[in-house]
Every structure is written in C-alpha cells, then in structure tokens.
C-alpha cells in the first residue's frame, strides 16, 4: 500500500530556501551545536568501508567458503548479496542522508515503524558491549608478541599442564610441568590421555583463565581488564568529537589494515603447502548447493558482513551533504566489502595449507572460524614460521585496527541516534562528550563480565543472541516492508533522484518490495527450523537459565517492533481507526537541506 506523499510535507519541501541546511536552520535559532556534517566524501565512504569490512570478513567468510562447496558458495553468496544485503544497505544510508537523522528519528519518515530504529539501536548497544572484547584478546596477544619467543609456542609455563605438546614435540607422552617441579622435581609420565596444544593451553588457561560453565564465574582476568579499559579508551578519544575526531582517524584504521592484509598474504603464498590451502578454499563443490544450510549460511554472512540492521549505516549516511551521490559511494562501499571477503580467504588459507602440510594432517582439520581463527589456528601457524614475532606482532595490529574502527562507529551510530533524539539537551556545550564518556563507562563495566574466569561463555551467549542473524534478519524484512509498502518504494524512489539529481535503475524498488522481504524471511524460517542450542567447543551445553537469558536479549529488540506499531497507532489523534492510521504513516519530515522546484525539474532520467 505505497503512500503518497502528503501535501503537507510536499509543500515543505518547496518551501525551505535553496541550499540552506538543517545546521544552519539550528545556528541561527538555539545555541544548540550545529549538526555536523563529514569534511569530505571520502570520510564517508571509509567509515563506512571500516565499519562493515571487519573481522567477519577474516575469521567467517572463508571458513563459511570451504565448508559451502568452495568456489560454488560465491552462488548463493551473490545472489543473496544483490537481493538482500545490498537493497538494504541502500536502504539504511538513503534513510539516513534523506532525513539527516541518526538510526531512531530517521525512521519518522515511516512513523508507525520507528520502533525498527528504536530496536536497532538496542541491538547496536549489545553489539558495542562485546565486540571490544575482541579487541581486548587482541591486545593482549599484541604486546605478548614483543618477545624473542612467543608465549604459547612452548610448554613448560605455569598455565601449561602435563597434557601439553608443541610443535615438533614427538616424545609421545611425557611432558614436565611447574606443577611436577613443585611437588620435588618429580616428572609425571603421561599416558592414556588426551594431549593438548601449547598454543590452545595459552588461550584458555592463560588469556581466558576459562572456567567450568556459566555458573562458574570465577575471578577477574586482570590482563585483560586491562586491555579492555585501554580499548575503551583509544574508542572514546576516537569520537568525542564527533565526526571531527573519527573522520579524521579512519583515514589510518580503515587503509592500514589493507596493508598489512597484503603482507601477510605475500608471506602466505610463499609458504610451503600455501597452493594446497587455496586450492581446498575455492575448489567448487556444486553438489553443496542442494542443500539448504549453504544458503543460509550466505544469507546470515551478508547480512553480517555488511553491518545493516544496527542504525549504524543510516548514521554515517545522516552526515552527508543532502545532495551527495551516496549511490556511488554504496557501490563502492559494497564492492570493497566483498572483494575483502574473498581476498583475506587466500591470506588465511595459504597459512592454513602450510600449518596443514607441516603437521602432516588434512586441511579441514586445522581450519576454523570465528576466535579460534584469530587466537588458536593463526598464532599457532606464526610460531611455525621464521621472524614468528615480527608476523604475530603485524597479524595482531591488523586484528586491532579492524576491530578498533568497526567498534568506534557502532559507539558512534548508538551515539548519534540517542543524541538526535534528545538534541536539546545532549548537543548543548560538552553535553555529547559527558554522554559519550558515561557510554563507554558504562559499557566498560558491563563488559568485565566478559574478561573473567565464565567470561567467555557471557561472551559467547551475546554473540549467539544479542546481534544474531536471527535477530538481524527480523529487522531487514521490517525495514523492507516499512520503506517498500507504508512509505512506498516509488515515494523513496523519488527521494533518491533529489537528492543525486537523477534516477537510478529500479531493482532495489523491485528487491524492497518483493526480494529482500522473500529472502530474509525465508532464511530466517529456515534458520528458526534447523536452530540448534547453544554449546560451547561442542562439548559444554548451556544451562536453561543462560538460555532463557540469551532469548529475552533476542526477543526484546525483536518485539520493539510489533509493540510500538500498535502503541504509536492507539495514541494518533483521530475520531475512527482510519483517521489515527493515516496519522500514523504519515511521514515527520522536517526538511531536506537542498530542495526546491528548480531541484526537482532538474533530475535526469535513469
């Protein structure tokens, strides 16, 4: 049921004078800060590319690669991206540079749907809390790398137990720990046990201190408090200037990591066994495509990968010029993002081809996604290689920086939407700056759950839960639906061509209203249908209690939505249903910062 534009908000368009903006509208009637707007497009373009090429992009699509059919996953992979991840990254940026708004006011342009930006900043409050933990392990295993030997290369250290072995250690089944030497220099022979890897002891004993489940908290990993504070701290300094602070440093965090992505793959393909990894990683598979699991698998990566869902994009896009041809800069965007993908599948497959060849076992046996990537896998093969600290130490800075920018814009998208909702009082003086600090405090606390003895089960049960690709498929569709058929899709097609000066092909017209819905509720019935509980390394399976805490961290975002549609449609004014719904979907438009007839008459047609 696409809406015409009301004449009210058509004539409030025509009425505003030419290339006045919202900014200067504010200077000239309050001291309330004007709203900034990025130095160059450029800014935009590489906060954007910061923000959704991140660690996914090294730890998830190419495990997901090699385990979907191989070069046959980039099928699915594609098609998914051109029908759903795409339109709706379109989607998010338009919103945003149409209404100048951060991820909750831009959706009064559909106001029964604003609760898509209220949950989304949720969502993105979640996401903020623990994905710099991440960052926190990194740096952790950075300055450990500033050594002659690596840390988790040998046995024989107090976290290490009589179960351990490292690289080139065949003495089959004695090893001497601290503990043995303690009780008189005794050496215990091992036998009939499980041995395990030196690097994987330092990862759980060591860094995560791990304990036995969810109920077992135990200390502080005081380490990694620390890093955590010191991540924190390098986000806060990053944007409590706004866009002023963070346009300018993501010149450095979002090229940086290209650079040393590339060395790390001229030093992998050099590697012996490098050939066998890429080959495993691309080798098509097509029998994989008959079965449903690969496409889900390609529809939750993209959606993922390009970081929609969480109002962070509609924050970026709020800080264009209302004329900026952000189309051009969203092909951009994508087109790094998934070349990304690809290319960092052949840093760490060559890597994997050399660990594999050197410990004489199959490649799918040392090929891992998500932190076991990062933290056990990769640092494990860097202790096989020569100058192993020189390449630990680039491999952890390049973890660092992609971490650091894609966190400090999700801080910054949550920032934006809460301080358009309140710009009367959180961009007066240094009020934004005293937010963003009590933010990041509070954050920073609620976080150190995550870095003690339990803390990587919290970690894991967010990562499961609070921004799944259940949850972000749920938004996608509503967001489809909201713009598609209650605001309408040739309204917003209309608003595009003012704001570039021309009109673009309508395949994202046809994908918001009928691919993107399809795809994202198909891939999310589908993920429903073959949902599995939540374990930890296969073997811990969550308590119900922890469970019934991940869904309601799920659910509540989710029911935003439905709950604030009703809401928002009781409360309209209106003597009969149909006088409160026309109120209700009527758009709040305030202005465009460029918009008069002569703009209009001037489009060029597709």
Not at 502 to 507: A, G, L, V
Request: proline residues 5%; hydrophobic residues 45%; glycine residues 8%.
């Amino acid at each position: 049921m696409p809406q015409p534009r009301p004449a009210a908000v058509a004539n409030s368009l025509e009425l505003l004078p030419s290339c006045s903006s919202r900014a200067h509208l504010e200077e000239a009637a309050s001291p309330i800060r004007a709203r900034e707007k990025w130095s160059r497009s450029v800014e935009f373009v590489l906060s954007g590319v910061g923000f959704a090429v991140g660690l996914g992009n090294i730890w998830r699509f190419p495990y997901l690669c090699y385990k979907n059919g191989g070069g046959a996953f980039l099928i699915p992979y594609f098609i998914c991206l051109v029908t759903g991840g795409v339109p709706i990254f379109f989607l998010e940026v338009g919103v945003g540079q149409f209404m100048s708004e951060g991820g909750i006011t831009a959706w009064n342009i559909c106001p029964i749907f604003k609760g898509i930006g209220y949950g989304t900043t949720v969502i993105c409050f979640f996401l903020n809390i623990y994905y710099i933990v991440i960052l926190a392990w990194a740096m952790h295993y950075f300055f450990n790398s500033f050594t002659s030997d690596l840390p988790w290369a040998t046995c024989g250290n107090w976290w290490n137990t009589p179960t351990c072995f490292q690289h080139g250690d065949n003495s089959s089944m004695s090893s001497e720990s601290p503990n043995n030497a303690s009780q008189g220099g005794v050496t215990e022979v091992v036998s009939n046990l499980q041995r395990k890897d030196a690097v994987i002891e330092y990862w759980e004993n060591k860094v995560l201190g791990i304990s036995t489940g969810m109920d077992d908290v135990g200390g502080m990993q005081w380490e990694l408090a620390g890093t955590l504070f010191l991540s924190w701290l390098l986000v806060y300094f990053c944007i409590w200037k706004g866009i002023k602070s963070s346009g300018k440093v993501v010149y450095f965090t979002a090229t940086f990591p290209y650079v040393m992505l590339t060395v790390l793959l001229i030093r992998g393909v050099l590697l012996d066994g490098a050939e066998e990894g890429i080959l495993f990683y691309l080798k098509p598979d097509m029998s994989k495509l008959q079965e449903a699991q690969v496409w889900i698998d390609a529809g939750t990566q993209i959606f993922f990968s390009y970081a929609i869902a969480l109002g962070c994009m509609t924050a970026l896009g709020s800080y264009n010029e209302f004329n900026n041809n952000f189309v051009r800069d969203c092909i951009l965007i994508s087109s790094i993002n998934s070349c990304t993908s690809l290319y960092s599948g052949f840093a760490t497959f060559s890597v994997l081809g050399f660990m594999a060849k050197e410990q004489g076992v199959p490649i799918e046996t040392v090929a891992e996604s998500g932190p076991g990537l990062a933290f056990i896998a990769y640092p494990k093969a860097i202790t096989q290689m020569k100058w192993a600290p020189l390449w630990s130490v680039l491999f952890f800075f390049m973890i660092l920086l992609m971490g650091l920018d894609s966190q400090f814009v999700g801080v910054e998208g949550f920032i934006t939407a809460v301080v358009d909702l309140y710009p009367s009082t959180l961009r007066k003086g240094f009020n934004r700056e005293i937010f963003i600090a009590i933010v990041s405090a509070g954050s920073f606390i609620m976080g150190l759950s995550m870095v003690t003895n339990g803390g990587m089960y919290v970690f894991q049960l967010f990562d499961y839960y609070a921004a799944s690709g259940m949850v972000l498929l749920w938004y996608c569709f509503f967001e489809s639906i909201a713009i598609g058929y209650f605001y309408g899709a040739n309204n917003f097609y209309e608003d595009i061509a003012l704001m570039i000066g021309y009109r673009i092909y309508p395949w994202l017209k046809y994908c918001w209203l009928c691919f993107t819905p399809l795809v994202t509720m198909g891939i999310l019935i589908f993920s429903l249908a073959s949902h599995h509980p939540l374990t930890y390394n296969r073997t811990y399976v969550y308590p119900n209690w922890a469970i019934a805490i991940g869904w309601t961290m799920a659910l509540v975002p989710m029911l935003t939505i439905p709950i604030y549609f009703v809401w928002h449609l009781a409360t309209r004014p209106g003597a009969t249903l149909s006088q409160k719904w026309q109120a209700a979907i009527t758009p709040i438009i305030s202005r465009p910062d460029t918009t008069t007839k002569a703009a209009e008459e001037s489009i060029a047609p597709a």
